[in-house]
């Protein structure tokens, strides 16, 4: 008798990395991917930057001192880190094996030195994904669009995207976040994680589960 199962659930759950630059659209795109695919869980990260209104502890971010966070460092309690706009942030190894120990696929939503890290520690465990918006200019429009800030913090905003999308080449996937389209872009994000798990090396134990012998 066969019992079916998803593709996505034969193997051992990935790790997710997305990256995306202000004015790419991130947070959109992975709240509706987090709707399309139930079994991801996204990891809750460490930071020393002061809570913004509508954050919530546990929920956007587990906020730190800069003591606390250190001794985070020093004991072992983060799996990759990075100073970001003067504040340290992070991804605990608590949360990631929490997920991963449910069979979840991690979700790191990380910054570019971040996601080089975890790529140097997982290999191919983790694939990485950049989120970008269609164009330079979009993506300047979007950030304006906020119309809160003034033209410096724009323009030092639009400066430091354009940094990031210079780093698109490490990445293993590049999606583009048409305007309007957030859904198509979660999909297409979707798409990488099914062929993820779909990769031979992923599949061995599964093939294996074949034969009965070591006829391979
Ligand atoms: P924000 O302060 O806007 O929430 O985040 C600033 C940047 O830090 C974003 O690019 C976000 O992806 C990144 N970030 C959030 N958590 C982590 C983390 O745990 N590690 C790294 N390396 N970057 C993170």
Redesign the pocket.
Known sequence: MSEHRDAMERTAGMVLVI????GSG?GTVIEILRGLAPNLGL?V???T?AMREGEAEGV??YYKTREQFEELIAEGGVL???I??G?Y???LKSEAERILDAGQDLV????V???G?IKRLMGDRATTVMLIAPSAEEQERRLRGRGTEDDDVIAARVKRAREEIKEAPKYDYVAVNETDRAEECARDILSIIRAEHMRSDRMMTYIHDYFDDDEI
Do not use: C, F, H, M
Request: charged share 20%; aromatic share 14%; no cysteine.
């Open positions: 990256s995306g630059p202000s991130k990891s990260s460490a930071t930057r956007n971010y990759e880190y990075t970001y706009n504040n942030y992070g991804t790191l939503e990380i910054e030195d971040g996601a890290q």
